[in-house]
């Protein structure tokens, strides 16, 4: 099983739709977690962290279930300019370094 | 702060040739990262340092690949010899400590010919 794994989409949604994406992790003693957006070409930015209560930011909420070992990204009205990768960030279990998702690809259409 | 700033931007080069690539981290972070970005392998950790400190060089892929981090606000990543199968955008990250995320630099798209 891979360290952290997303589905890659892409996910084809109409300007205004609420998608959700999933991110599993395998290591049950990582502690901090994360979601990043990156543009095609540009580097990947932080879009939010992940807390165990489930925190939200606008029109994104993370949520993060550690019994069944998996966080997830919901967006709500989606906007033309969230078209992007989203990449799904664990720390290995004990340390602060980062294991990155392979991405899933997000395409919002007018 | 300007963030996380690498050069060059971009790198053609010919097989056998070294190649340098350069970080400077955002001023007081303590952790920087190197990251190797393809299609196919998506964001591979290369090395982690901390506090100046190489702490896991496990992503490095072979003895060709080196990396320093001198003082606090430099690092860079040799390849040398460099092949065609290097080609690829190479990211530094800094952090502090980690819990609050990593910034990213723009990246240096390397192209081995």
């Known amino acids: 099983r891979k360290e952290v794994e997303q589905d890659p989409g892409p996910f084809n949604v109409p300007e205004g739709a609420t998608v959700a994406f999933n991110c599993t992790y395998s290591?049950?003693?990582?502690?901090?977690f994360f979601w990043y957006r990156q543009d095609c070409r540009k580097e990947p930015k932080l879009l939010m962290s992940v807390y165990s209560s489930g925190n939200e930011d606008g029109r994104f909420t993370a949520q993060l279930n550690r019994a069944s070992q998996y966080i997830s990204l919901l967006i709500r009205d989606s906007k033309l300019s969230d078209s992007a990768t989203y990449l799904c960030?664990?720390?290995?279990?004990?340390?602060?370094?980062?294991?990155f998702g392979r991405g899933t690809s997000l395409i919002v259409h007018p | 702060d300007a963030g996380v700033i690498q050069s060059p931007r971009h790198e053609v080069t010919e097989m056998g040739q070294e190649v340098t690539l350069r970080c400077k981290p955002i001023s007081g972070h303590n952790s920087l990262f190197w990251y190797r970005q393809t299609m196919m392998r998506g964001l591979e950790l290369l090395i982690y340092f901390n506090n100046n400190v190489p702490i896991d060089d496990s992503g490095m892929p072979e003895d060709r690949f080196s990396a320093k981090m001198p003082n606090a606000s430099f690092s860079t990543l040799k390849i040398q010899p460099s092949e065609p199968r290097d080609s690829a955008v190479y990211f530094c990250?800094?952090?502090?400590?980690?819990?609050?995320?990593?910034?990213f630099g723009s990246g240096t798209r390397l192209t081995v010919v």
């Open positions: 290591n049950s003693a990582s502690q901090s």
């Open positions: 990250a800094s952090s502090l400590q980690g819990d609050y995320g990593y910034t």
């Open positions: 960030v664990v720390n290995r279990g004990g340390s602060y370094i980062p294991t």
